[in-house]
């Protein structure tokens, strides 16, 4: 059990940052020298984001324990630098599942099993959990007051509030206060409403932020503060900010931290100590000179499907000085004649993961691309893949190479599906039977690296663990062929059966991993291979300056 926790809910609108707001507080307090850790729940009836639409959803961040989880674990994880479990994440349909199995194995024999108390204990049950040995347990509520989905999960935080004492929970509202140009002013009404719908559910936020365009003026925060029954200096604005990066910062100019301190007498270790962390968001907003990298990918029009690999990004620009502009190519435009029009000028490609057959072509036509040009190239997982089959395909002249998750006749199934991979706790088995998971390598799995390689100039060391989310893998039947013509295969697993990188000679820099580098970027930590991607691109955009 923790100590203390943090309820966050989130009111008016959804989108308003409460995944960053939760993991910016939760950074600031690990800055006082605080065990903290964070726990999101999603209130849909998917029992994971594992089986959703990327368009749907935005991205599926793989822990390392192999769950698929809400893309806010991405953002806890990167402010945080905690490694999560599946614990930290959890939805209705988990919460009913498991009373539903229960109920099932006869362990409320001869009761009604009802919302109230079945579900909310099931649900204070997982929070708990979350919270074990943690000083403070931040919990964030998905969707926004006034969601049916949603009731469950506020009966149980307003029981909590109860149970573990009032003096142990302290409850956050994140709201939006709008400024109405035509007036020349901000709003109050929308958060007076979303707090007055929290408040006859039975609870009464301790602390209001208000995401604004505007500073909140002391007699704006005085009216909300009356209105809604908070103190005055328990209104807080979260200003709309340049990078996610600045919300910690911005927080502690509005004194979050000392607030929340004080509200939970929570026993601090230290001052913080922002310095590295306030250098990044400089960096970031001030970067020296910029380098343009192709983005080749299918969900383009939804980029939160690609958070973690943006935010990766975002961090090796502000350790390298630079601002990566990302040119966002949608891989099936890539399958017309004068293609390479479309990737003239930048200076280096990425190929990211990706499902399903659409736009697969393009992507080769941009590996080729990458490959004859020598213009810096990166593979992450579906790219790595698709990086073989250019090369089975167009060097060592196999033709009709492909990956069998696309073709099943060709004669050259270079990628292939060779075995069933499921990890045994996995929460809940999904359908074996159904190609739409439960077959997933999923997880962090080492890869030990060759000497002499590219990948090992990179990391720096003969071990690493990496994320893995896929089905399908290197055919090891082509392996000695692929390597005679050049393709220099430099990671594997500790047994050497599971390709993990390959790569080429003679060439600036052009590697592929089966694995997903961005899920381990953090803002402080870039991830090594994404770092060297954006290096070598801006090298090659310094070279052709010269020419
Ligand atoms: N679709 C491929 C597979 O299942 C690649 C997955 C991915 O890119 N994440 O193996």
Redesign the pocket.
Known sequence: MAKKYIFITGGVVSSLGKGITSASLAYLLMSHGLNVSIVKIDPYLNVDPGTMNPYQHGEVYVLDDGSETDLDLGHYERFTGLTLSKKNNFTTGQVYFTVISKERHGDYLGKTVQIIPHITNEIKKRIKEAGKNKDVLIVEIGGTIGDIEGLPFLEAIRQMGYNESRENCLYVHLTLVPYIKTAGEIKTKPTQHSVKELQSIGISPDIIVCRSERRLSSEAKEKIAMFCNVEREAVITALDVGTVYEVPLAFKKENFDKLVIQKLSLDIKKDSDLDNWMNMVNAIKKPKDAVKIAFVGKYIGLKESYKSLIESFVHAGADLDLRVDLKWIESEELEFEGYEDILSGVDGILV?????SRGIEGKINAIRYARENKVPFLG????M?TAVVEFARNVADMKGAH?E?FDNNTPYKV?HLARKWQKEDEIITRDESSDKGGT?RLGSYTCVIKEGTLAHRIYKKGRVDERH?????FNNSYKEELEKYGLVVSGMSPDKEFVEIVELKDHPFFIAVQF?PEFKSRPLKPHPVIRMLVQKSYESKRLKKRD
């Open positions: 990211p993961g990706g499902f399903g992450i997982c579906l790219g893949q990956s998750e990628i997933m989310r896929h089905r399908y893998e997903h």
